[in-house]
């Protein structure tokens, strides 16, 4: 996995490259004219999204945009809502009140147009135990025109899965190694990963998923990544948005809120905004 | 909770609180009825159906019982591993203890059961059962279910095998004791020593599962540990891999449990001979019955959403998520259930052929056959195997998929009261046949307007239709171009039918517009419309 070098991994390498490209009209750098219809047209946007179970509010008048390329963190403790506002992206929940658009289409009415574009790691490591790998591979292949062969079994090689062997055999950091090349390997638009560290082990968290994030936001393409390890989520984020009980207390580039915080940790930050230790 | 007892009686008791209390009240409300309709002094003729409509309830029970309190319920059955709860491995408590508290709860809830039982029986249905002996037996089949459910077996699949195997001997030592009228004292000493025997080999095998013993006969797969994996060439489409996907996941089960059963079933007659037409076509029918059957019972996998996600009735994310439609993931369920049927029946047909022909009771059916042909003309006959064949297909698809439609919807509540609602017609089916078949008025009326009943019944499932339709269009699941083109299909396969119907069967004793209902009402419709409303229903919640 190559990975990308150091002075690379902050977005304002990007505005500088974007500047290059006007000036000296590279080729290669092509892609990155999505970075200027981030603007025009947000990858995500939510408006005003409300949900109850029962008698518990999961979101509450939820507004969120996230413009097109760039790493975004969502934070929370536990039950706050980041699950139930990433099944909301994935058209899974239906809005009670309010809107969801992804690549301005509404997920619920066009699942497949919405789905095609969005590579998602579910929490629940939910891959059905009786497949093999390479069974999982070539089932998840047929609904991606853009699967890449080649990026399958680098990926493959990288997360050291046995081709032949079965999912339930796997351990829980194998069975989300495979969730994530499954997810990875058709070059979604749109990456979602609903608490990859709960089942990545540190090495893979450090050496490859940051690696595979940055990768995809340098390439012009969006991760939304849910965490409650800050210290992670300061490390890759570009964007952080922190929800408490629902409700979205704050959203803005991690720089702007390290500015505005004095410098402090993003750990002292939520602490105080939200009045939790997370763990 | 001051012990592992309480904390297991806590786990199995708590949330099955109203199985008593639903029990009492059933057989309160029953005992109610005599009284209530026929007078305090009147007498009640105890018929078959009523017997059955008042001891479902206390089967069922004593089924979900057995489940319950061997782990069944959540555990993988066919798996090689123990289904004995890993989770309970790691509490600070011996091995005995582990075997030892679901044995004594399951114990303490069939005792319960009986003496419920015991009073149904003698009062409101007076019946005359023993006192002991079937509560003692209910105690000991499901310790040793226990047993077997919590070994580690060296093959997959085995744990079903030898439970089965061992309950049906032990079933049917007891039978034979009842035939040979041994007393109460002798049966009560014959099963009660079983339970410290069971509890002992309860405590070895839940040690070893606690151990992680799991051993491997299956030199096969032994084998192929480490072989590097075949390549195979991609799926032409999305519809053929989710297609692949139903198919590994519920397609094998039917035909397998047609092959394990059915050569029991043709044996009947190397066992017993065929010595009259009469018996062996009640083979063949019992025979060609069996897939339909069966087909319930696999069903149950079939439309339920997600058999293996923790949340057991909403559909999985790695589903959910595929960019596919809703239909077509309907559509590839469908299919594999059409190919698990032609499997099924091949396997069927085959075993039948082959029963048949060793037996030589195959000259009882072609003697029939060359009867038939002459009577009704080739053509006809032809006519009869091919909508008979079609029909058994039919009725074997229907059975695997005709529950999608309330599986797919995956909500608990939904789930559960049709389960109930079904249950509760079946019960009430037996008394109310044999009430209609005691009177002569009913009869009488019957026979004179037995005409309405497929009438209403057509009118209700075309108004059901029309109102699927309407949702289906108004939800966008499926575009209107497609609802046409389905909807024109199925009128040409039910103008097929009857024009069949007709042909084979014109007489004036039958109206013609009889025929028409009858193809209405087999042509399937309904049901497997409502399916896609169901599963988007439970995709996007």
Partial sequence: MPKVPRHLRHPRHLRHLRHLRHLRHLRHLRHLRHYDSAVAEPVISIANLSRRFGEKIALNSVDLSMPRGGVYGLVGANGAGKTTLIKHILGLLQAESGSVRVFGLDPVAEPVAVLSRIGYLSEENDLPGWMRVDELIRYSRAFYKNWDDAYAEELRQSFALDPAAKIKTLSKGQKSRAGLLVALAYRPELLVLDEPSSGLDPIVRRDILGAVMRTIADEGRTVLFSSHLLDEVEQVADHVTMIRQGTIVMSAPLDDIKASHNGRTLDEIFVSLVGVTNT | ?541
């Fill in chain 2, 1 to 541: 909770m001051q012990s592992s007892a309480a904390a297991f009686a806590w786990e199995f008791g708590w949330p099955r609180r109203w199985i008593p209390v639903a029990l009492g009240v059933y057989l309160v409300a029953h005992g109610l009825l005599k009284p209530l309709l026929l007078g305090s002094g009147a007498t009640l003729d105890l018929g078959d159906g009523y017997i059955a409509f008042a001891l479902v309830p206390f089967s069922f029970t004593f089924m979900y019982f057995i489940a319950v309190f061997s782990f069944g319920l959540n555990g993988d059955l066919a798996a090689r591993q123990s289904i004995y709860p890993a989770r309970l491995f790691t509490l600070p408590v011996s091995s005995a203890e582990l075997a030892g508290w679901p044995m004594a709860c399951g114990l303490a809830a069939m005792s319960m059961l009986w003496v419920i039982a015991r009073i149904a029986a003698l009062w409101p249905l007076r019946l005359d059962l023993p006192i002991v002996w079937p509560g003692v037996m209910m105690a000991v089949v499901l310790a040793w279910t226990q047993v077997f459910m919590w070994m580690p077996y060296g093959f997959r699949g085995l744990r079903v095998a030898v439970a089965v195997i061992v309950l049906i001997t032990l079933d049917t030592l007891v039978i034979l004791a009842i035939n040979y009228k041994m007393s109460e004292t002798a049966l009560v000493a014959f099963l009660a020593p079983q339970l410290p025997v069971a509890y002992l080999c309860a405590c070895l095998v839940v040690a070893r599962a606690r151990r992680g013993v799991v051993p491997d006969w299956n030199v096969f797969s032994r084998a192929r540990v480490g072989e590097a994996a075949k390549p195979r060439s991609p799926f032409r489409s999305m519809a053929a891999a989710q297609v692949w996907f139903e198919w590994r996941r519920n397609g094998r089960s039917l035909p397998v449990m047609v092959a394990l059963v059915l050569p029991f079933e043709v044996a009947t007659l190397f066992i017993t001979g065929f010595g009259s037409t009469a018996y062996v076509f009640k083979v063949l029918i019992a025979a060609l019955l069996t897939p339909i059957l069966m087909a319930g019972f696999t069903a149950a996998t079939v439309s339920k959403a997600n058999p293996f996600a923790r949340d057991a009735y909403g559909v999985t994310p790695f589903t959910a998520t595929k960019p596919i439609t809703t239909v077509a993931l309907i559509a590839a369920k469908l299919r594999m259930a059409m190919w698990s049927t032609l499997a099924t029946w091949i396997v069927a047909l085959a075993l039948i052929a082959i029963g048949f022909s060793w037996s030589g009771a195959d000259s009882v059916l072609s003697e029939w056959g060359q009867w038939f042909v002459t009577k009704v003309g080739m053509p006809r006959a032809i006519v009869a195997a091919a909508v008979t064949l079609g029909g058994l297909l039919l009725g074997t698809w229907m059975m695997l998929v005709q529950g999608l439609f309330v599986g797919l919807t995956g909500r608990e509540w939904l789930i559960k009261t049709t389960g109930i609602a079904w249950l509760v017609i079946f019960m009430a089916l037996g008394p109310i046949l044999e009430a209609i078949w005691d009177s002569t008025a009913a009869l009488r009326w019957l026979w004179n307007n037995w005409i309405f009943f497929p009438a209403i019944l057509v009118v209700l499932k075309m108004t059901a239709a029309i109102v699927i339709a309407k949702r289906l269009s108004r939800s966008g699941v499926i575009g209107d171009g497609a609802l046409a083109a389905g909807a024109a299909s199925w009128a040409a396969i039910v103008f097929v039918l009857y024009g069949a119907f007709v042909w084979w069967a014109d007489t004036p004793v039958l109206p013609r517009y009889l025929f028409l209902l009858i193809a209405i009402l087999a042509v399937p419709l309904v049901r497997i419309a409502a399916a896609p409303l169901a599963l988007n229903w439970n995709r996007h919640r």
